[in-house]
């Protein structure tokens, strides 16, 4: 499948952006099994989903989520439900002070 940036929503758009900025090499649109994730950072085995204004479904997301932390190449997955680029800058911040402080998310 061959994604363009213009097929991703904004905040998609934005949270690529400001992953770029902070140097943080990651992979868009990864599949894990039957699962496909917004965003992958192999290096420090990160996965950020975009989950929009209204969120996911919990139970699916639940699901798929405990499927996802069963991959050796996945030790946590960071959920942004806010829109704007200093909101997302802010909770990407702060996901990964807390995985440099070795806290679960």
Known sequence: MNIKPTDYTKQENIIAE??????????????????????????????????????HLKKRDFRRDTFLLEEPEIDNIFHIKVQTKIDIQEELWRALSRLSDDEPM
Not at 24 to 43: A, H, K
């Open 18 to 55: 400001c992953l770029s900025e902070m140097g943080l090499r990651f992979e868009q649109q990864t599949n894990f099994g039957s699962y496909q994730v917004d965003f992958w950072i192999p290096e420090i085995k990160l996965v950020v989903e975009a989950d929009g204004v209204y969120g």
